[in-house]
């Protein structure tokens, strides 16, 4: 890959995915692929007006290991310098990059439900931290090539040149494989913006979804949510997007409020394994079926993380004639499998959907609708044929999808 593309990618990633602000700390997160390119988000960091930035290694065949030989005493234990960690980001308030490369197969093979104990006990510490730093600081997940991934996305073909067909994937869909990935960036915001500008006009009640796979679905929604995508901002006014690439316009709906069949179009990597060919049904708003020819048992598993696992906390609409569906890959990954059709998510919902959200305490958020959960998991719903219609206050049906692109 040509150094002067993957150097406009880092760019991108810290002028407008963080957005860094002058003498802000920075923390990247990033496995062992392409430290080269970590490097280069590191330089960029500084030239943009970081003060200070510190990396974060990670190696998913080392965790791997600690799931299997530790106890799950040790998994579940936190250290007092974990804890003044977090006490140092909420002071500090960095920005912070994810780049994701881990293999999507990673961890199979791992004691789930001792992960899951694992996750459980640590949230509980960790959570009050999180909540005082929601919507206080940017952040942006975005990918690098990694060889194992790669792989997975493209088997059949020696390692290097999957590594480079990734790539090339990556920067895209990502729109950072052209002259300006910036200015590109700019022109995608402002398409989000009008999508959202009017579904917001709608005032809808509810949303209902219809498609000849099985997905026969309704919806709720909390009055005075909004729709977002794209470019977000902090409670200090600071614009960042967090996610690279993303495609989807998205709310948070009423907890509580679901009923009917989804069923998944796209495999979904959940804890370091694959879940396939699955099917959720909702009643009253919670999970009371699943169905999954593999890993079924993880599906259950994430469901029940917490009590409000079982409730959706995101629902998100992308068209299918999107960049990641039309290049015809499945990536086995999240970040870009939710950006290639619409999608739902289990879990935790997002307080800045409410209007009037920076008024509110946390507690008042929930009240008012938004799920709160340890879990926030996308998964993909949209087909080709995916009807969406939206029922307004007033009563009205207004097409909001037709054959799974936007109708309006």
């Not at 088997?155 to 790539?167: D, H, N, Y």
């Not at 005075?224 to 316009?249: C, D, H, Q, R, W």
């Not at 995101?314 to 999608?343: K, M, Q």
């Amino acid at each position: 890959m040509k150094k002067t593309v993957l150097q406009n990618y880092a760019k991108l990633i810290v002028r407008k995915g963080i957005n860094v602000q002058k003498g802000q700390e920075v923390r990247v997160r990033a496995c062992l692929d392409h430290p080269e390119f970590v490097k280069t988000v590191v330089d960029e960091c500084y030239k943009a007006g970081a003060g200070k930035v510190c990396v974060e290694w990670e190696y998913q065949p080392i965790d791997k290991s600690h799931y299997k030989y530790r106890s799950e005493k040790t998994l579940t234990h936190v250290e007092n310098w974990e804890v003044e960690k977090y006490k140092h980001y909420v002071e500090a308030r960095p920005a912070y990059i994810f780049l994701e490369s881990d293999d999507p197969d990673g961890l199979k093979g791992v004691n789930q439900q001792k992960v899951a104990k694992a996750q459980q006990a640590r949230y509980k510490i960790f959570k009050p931290y999180r909540d005082m730093l929601d919507n206080h600081y940017q952040w942006c997940i975005a990918a690098v090539s990694g060889k194992a991934w790669a792989k997975k996305v493209f088997p059949g073909i020696r390692a290097s040149l999957a590594e480079e067909k990734l790539w090339q994937a990556i920067l895209k869909t990502s729109r950072a494989d052209g002259a300006d990935p910036i200015e590109a960036w700019n022109i995608h915001n402002a398409d989000i913006k009008s999508r959202c500008d009017y579904l917001n006009s709608l005032n809808i009640k509810e949303l209902r979804y219809k498609s000849s796979n099985g997905t026969d679905f309704r919806v709720g929604f909390i009055e005075g949510a909004n729709f977002l995508g794209g470019k977000e901002k902090t409670l200090e006014g600071v614009e960042y997007n967090p996610n690279i690439p993303s495609e989807e316009v998205f709310t948070s709906p009423m907890k509580g409020n679901a009923d009917g069949v989804v069923v998944a179009t796209r495999p979904l990597s959940y804890r370091g394994e694959l879940i396939e060919n699955f099917s959720i049904t909702f009643e009253n708003g919670k999970v009371i079926k699943v169905s999954a020819e593999k890993n079924e048992a993880l599906l259950e598993s994430m469901i029940k993380m917490d009590e409000n696992a079982c409730m959706l906390g995101e629902c998100a609409l992308v068209p299918y004639d999107s960049p990641i569906r039309n290049s015809g890959i499945t990536f086995f990954n999240t970040l870009f499998d939710e950006n290639a059709c619409c999608h739902l998510a289990l879990g935790r919902g997002f307080n800045e959907c409410l209007k009037g959200y920076e008024n509110m305490t946390f507690d008042e958020c929930k009240e008012k609708g938004i799920n709160d959960s340890l879990i926030h998991v996308d998964f993909m719903i949209g087909s080709e044929d995916l009807d969406i219609d939206a029922v307004t206050r007033d009563g009205k049906t207004v097409a909001i999808f037709r054959h799974g692109n936007w109708a309006f």
